[in-house]
């Protein structure tokens, strides 16, 4: 089993940057991919960024060049710079983490709220 701590978020106003942490713990060693995921009132919830343990990055592209996914693999855990946030990024996000044992095993965190101001 795997345990995903999150941390950072808040309000942020339209311009603005927020850091989001997530810290990994219990069976890591087997960790692939470690992401983030948001989810907003009324929607399904959507990728953010991805990056595996390699360093390979996906990203949404309505947040690509706005915000960064980077992981430290010795401290098992994965961060999200958010820079030019927009009232459309108001979301609950989700660390995702997700190992691959013939088929694919997601983890994830309780959420964390970030909400940005126009």
């Known amino acids: 089993q795997v345990q995903l701590v999150e941390s950072g978020g808040g309000l942020a106003q339209a311009g603005g940057s927020l850091r989001l942490s997530c810290a990994a713990s219990?069976?890591?060693?087997?960790?692939?991919?470690m992401g983030w995921y948001r989810q907003a009132p009324g929607t399904q919830r959507e990728l953010v960024a991805v990056?595996?343990?390699?360093?390979?990055?996906n990203y949404a592209g309505s947040v690509r060049g706005r915000f960064t996914i980077s992981r430290d693999n010795a401290k098992n855990t994965v961060y999200l710079e958010m820079h030019s946030l927009k009232p459309e990024d108001t979301a609950v996000y989700y660390c995702?983490?997700?190992?691959?044992?013939?088929?694919?095993?997601?983890?994830w965190g309780q959420g964390t709220q970030v909400t940005v101001s126009s």
């Open positions: 995702n983490a997700y190992e691959i044992r013939g088929r694919i095993i997601d983890y």
């Open positions: 219990g069976e890591t060693a087997s960790l692939y991919g």
């Open positions: 990056i595996t343990s390699g360093g390979k990055t």
